[in-house]
């Protein structure tokens, strides 16, 4: 609908079709459900050429070195997890939800023993391969699902999994109850005592910041947010130990990042292991930390 126009026509025109979407939204105008899974699948199974997936021939990633950044980034978060919880996880099977075009697989499959990358996309899974293999010799095993269809994941992976891995995928999601499913997905794919690092967009309590249910083509990463609280406590019911939360309220790809660093429970049925004192460690944005025995709140 924009192509043949001017570059500042095209941004007044988003500009005015998102402020449209807000205002519809605010007035509880709402897609169902499996008509944005039928929108997400449509999207990101097109032919894309890495659009929106993190793949480092696209434009985004032509100059710098953003894209080696990102794995470096998310490998260093895997690392200090184990450090503050001094629980060194084994990078043994590495599970990678939404692998894109292979930014994190590239530096977190050269320390594991097999990296798993899940995908709806069979181009960006292909993409992701070829720079594994480029990289090193670990055993890269690609995992094809549907938008509609997340659990069909368990049964390509049966054997358990020491890490789960889960960045800029949450925000892409069709709904936050969506989110629940992937939980599940990661609580069951890890074996006891596996460490999940999973982002999320945080809803602040304004507006523009809450979740969108609405035309998931114009703007899929404003698609699923959630208040910081309410997905640690949506962790708990899935069954995790959420261990802190790590904030980076803006960088270089977009704005308001939680990462939470997540246990599975070393005993069956969701007990806190020996290692948790049920408490839990904020990482504020300048890097201290600061123990709570609730939720971290963004409010």
């Known amino acids: 609908m924009t192509g043949g126009l001017t570059p500042s026509i095209q941004a007044a025109w988003r500009t005015a079709h998102g402020g449209l979407l807000r205002v519809l939204q605010s007035m509880g105008v709402r897609q169902p459900e499996a008509a944005i899974e039928s929108a997400s699948q449509r999207y990101w199974t097109e032919s894309h050429h890495g659009r929106g997936s993190h793949w480092k021939s696209t434009a985004r990633f032509a100059e710098g070195d953003l894209w080696t950044r990102i794995g470096v980034r998310h490998l260093g978060m895997l690392r200090r997890a184990a450090r503050l919880l001094d629980a060194e996880p084994a990078f043994g099977r590495v599970v990678e939800w939404g692998c894109g075009g292979g930014a994190n697989a590239v530096q977190i499959a050269p320390v594991a023993r097999e990296f798993i990358g899940v995908d709806v996309s069979s181009e960006s ?21 549907d938008v509609r269809d997340p659990e069909a994941a368990l049964r390509d992976i049966t054997e358990p999994c020491d890490v789960f891995l889960c960045v800029y995928v949450f925000e892409l999601i069709p709904s936050p109850a969506y989110g629940e499913r992937i939980l599940h997905i990661a609580q069951e794919l890890l074996a006891p005592g596996g460490l ?19 035309s998931y083509r114009f703007s899929p990463g404003n698609t699923t947010t959630y208040p910081i609280h309410d997905f640690w406590e949506l962790a708990v019911r899935c069954g995790f130990e959420p261990r802190y939360v ?49 939720a971290p709140s963004d409010r």
Request: aromatic share 6%; hydrophobic share 30%.
């Open 246 to 294: 790590e904030l980076v309220p803006e960088d270089e790809l977009d704005e308001r990042y939680a990462y939470f660093v997540m246990m599975k429970p070393d005993i069956p049925g969701g007990a806190m292991s020996s290692r948790s004192s049920g408490r839990g460690q904020a990482i504020r944005p300048n890097g201290t930390t600061s123990p709570t025995r609730s």
């Open 196 to 214: 999940a690092l999973v982002q999320i967009k945080y809803d602040t309590g304004a507006w523009r910041t809450r979740p969108r249910r609405l």
């Open 125 to 145: 899974l292909q993409e992701c391969a070829r720079q594994v293999t480029a990289r090193c010799d670990t055993p890269f095993r690609p995992v094809l699902v």
